[in-house]
């Protein structure tokens, strides 16, 4: 792979150039937008893994190994699920096709080890709350949440666990650091205004969410992902305005077609897939100020600018390839080390990208702001007994230098 | 560059800001998110608070773990509200178990914050919007300045169309300027 890695001129406040180094970097940690976990190093090697590097959330994908249900129970007062055909039997029927082909947007993806076999067929269950932590993966569109306020359609909740050997209900024991074990979806039931849409009932319900769209997103979610930056992916937060839908339709041809090339680089780098040689290029490279002194003294040891958003586009199509927050890096047996990295991992080898960064303007703490990187370190501080060998303390976002192409 | 050649770049410039404004009003929805203006949470809010986070703590409960945040109350902008209050949001951390969910805001111990709550009878507070009802102050040490930004304004937006970086929502407004934009917005809810 030849990527057209373009070098960027880096303007500190005091109008001082400093450049980024593109420098191949076999040990840096890609800062994509996932929701991940540190493993507890207090506990044994046996179930932390020694290593205080994040771990990446993620459904175990084995064949039939991720079971979903969705609970048939739905609100009728309001009527929060719009279908063509209102008679129950056909109703559950359209929803069901619904949730299987939403599920489907996101096991069509190639060069990832999801794919239609690794999921349970889609069950039912009567309940209405089917949805709690329980170790069963649920999807509810009647269950009233605490959780939900105006402007809240839908959320996913995920459990992950910090140790081997951990479980929920009657759930599956985790094996694999980074384990989801429980993820359960719920739509707002109890809000008038808020209807959703099957698509064969959008078109005359021009008020009402997307649900195909909708449960699309919620769905990368329970697969792992954190929300994206990237305003035409998937994982963008804010849907399309009602009556609209995200992206092309699914077809048989094409069951990823709703999803962006974001998303899609997103999947391969959660669960890669060991014999795709197609997307296997990666940009990587490290974001240095010209005067060191710029750097913060507090917390010790950083040696780069951290929480740049950087992105690849793909230079003949325009389309963004894979963005991440860099700015770290981890190696184990850790701790993240903020030296500036970034990494763009599973791009697609033979063609040229160019590189744009940006930084986190407006940061309070970046702690605050993703689970990308609200999750890069713990310490004593956080966690007593925390070994100081594997603690660090993530930095205040460098929101002091501004970005040029050349 | 002549001045027919900078009027048609200008008009390009007003053409292309119009299009940019016809997209950016096409997405007022949202997956997890609706969109809420200023105006809607000002309006929607059960009560608007400058308030300070003293500790925050995990319970389970209905079956899900939640984080239950004590903020101390410093300044009143609307609804009432006792000297301390409670606010719940959805997740948090038991033994080994990491239970999260995108879009919640999650609060430092001593961060100052405004906060538009909701609330329903005999529970307790919830923020409105999640990380568009969440406005953390920053203040600047060597200015003494204290500026607002919105959680969901926090991080830019690339835009593959323009292959540009965008903000939206409210970033380092002066709190002068915030409440003054607090103060209109609930006025005209009234």
Redesign the interface.
């Known amino acids: 792979m030849k990527p057209a890695c373009q070098t960027f001129l880096y303007r500190l406040s005091s109008i001082l150039l400093s450049a980024l180094f593109v420098t191949a970097t076999a040990q840096s940690a890609a800062g994509y937008a996932f929701?991940q976990?540190i493993p507890?190093v207090r506990q044994p090697v046996s179930l932390s893994g020694g290593s205080a590097c994040p771990v990446r959330?993620h459904q175990l994908s084995a064949s039939s190994s991720i079971a979903v249900r969705w609970s048939t129970a739905l609100s009728t007062s309001p009527v929060s699920i719009i279908t063509q055909n209102q008679t129950t039997a056909t109703r559950l029927t359209e929803i069901e096709q619904v949730i299987s082909e939403s599920l489907a947007v996101w096991t069509g993806v190639t060069g990832t080890t999801l794919n239609p076999a690794t999921l349970a067929p889609l069950a039912r269950v009567s309940s209405q709350?089917a949805c709690?932590?329980?170790g069963l993966n649920s999807i509810c569109f009647d269950q009233a949440?605490?959780?939900f306020?105006?402007?809240?359609?839908?959320?996913?909740?995920?459990?992950?666990?910090?140790?081997l050997g951990?479980q929920?209900g009657s759930g599956p024991i985790a094996t694999q650091l980074g384990q989801i074990?429980d993820a359960d979806v719920y739509f707002d039931p109890t809000d008038s205004q808020?209807a959703f849409a099957t698509p064969a009932a959008l078109p005359t319900s021009p008020q009402a969410?997307d649900l195909q769209?909708?449960l699309t997103?919620?769905l990368g979610?329970f697969f792992g992902f954190?929300?994206s930056?990237?305003?035409?992916a998937m994982m963008?937060?804010?849907?399309?305005?009602?009556g609209?839908f995200t992206g092309p339709r699914p077809t048989l041809q094409q069951p990823d077609a709703p999803l962006a090339d974001d998303d899609r680089t997103g999947l391969r780098i959660l669960y890669p897939d060991p014999g795709d040689a197609v997307n296997v290029g990666t940009i990587s490279g490290r974001i240095l100020p010209a005067n060191p002194l710029s750097l913060p003294l507090s917390p010790p040891n950083v040696t780069g600018i951290f929480g740049a958003?950087v992105?690849a586009?793909d230079q003949a199509s325009?389309?963004?390839i894979a963005?991440t927050i860099g700015g770290w890096s981890c190696a184990a047996p850790g701790p993240a080390q903020f030296d500036g990295a970034y990494e763009l991992d599973h791009l697609p080898i033979n063609r040229s990208y160019?590189v744009?960064a940006?930084?986190?303007?407006?940061?309070?703490?970046p702690?605050?702001?993703?689970?990308a990187i609200?999750t890069l370190c713990r310490n004593s501080a956080t966690d007593p007994g925390w070994p100081p060998l594997q603690a660090c303390v993530v930095p205040s976002a460098n929101i002091s230098f501004t970005t040029r192409t050349r | 560059m002549s001045f027919a050649q900078r009027r048609k770049f200008l008009w390009i410039c007003f053409l292309a800001g119009l299009l940019l404004l016809g997209i950016t009003a096409a997405f007022t929805g949202a997956t997890t998110f609706a969109r809420l203006r200023f105006e809607d949470l000002a309006q929607q809010s059960s009560a608007v608070a400058r308030l300070r986070c003293l500790s925050s703590e995990f319970r389970w409960e209905r079956g899900e773990l939640w984080t239950e945040t004590r903020f101390e109350v410093l300044e009143r902008n609307k609804g009432l509200l006792s000297g301390i209050i409670t606010v719940r949001t959805i997740g948090g951390i038991s033994g080994h178990l990491h239970s999260h969910v995108d879009g919640v805001p999650i609060f430092r111990q001593g961060e100052e914050v405004y906060l538009f709550l909701w609330e329903r009878p005999g529970e307790p507070y919830r923020v409105l919007g999640w990380a568009q009802g969440t406005f953390r102050i920053v203040r600047n040490e060597n200015s003494g300045t204290e500026t607002v930004t919105q959680d969901s304004a926090l991080a830019p937006i690339f835009d593959p169309r323009t292959h540009a970086f965008r903000h939206g929502g409210i970033r380092n407004l002066p709190v002068a300027l915030f409440e003054l934009k607090l103060r209109k917005a609930l006025e005209q809810g009234n």
């Open positions: 929701n976990v507890d959330a709350n709690g932590s329980d949440d605490m959780a306020t105006p402007g809240v359609l839908a959320f996913t909740r995920v459990i992950t666990s910090d140790a951990e929920i074990l808020i969410y769209s909708v997103h919620e979610h954190s929300h930056a990237v305003w035409s963008y937060p804010y849907a399309p305005a009602p609209t958003h992105v586009l325009g389309a963004v963005a160019t744009y940006e930084p986190l303007d407006g940061v309070v703490s702690a605050q702001i993703s689970p609200a």
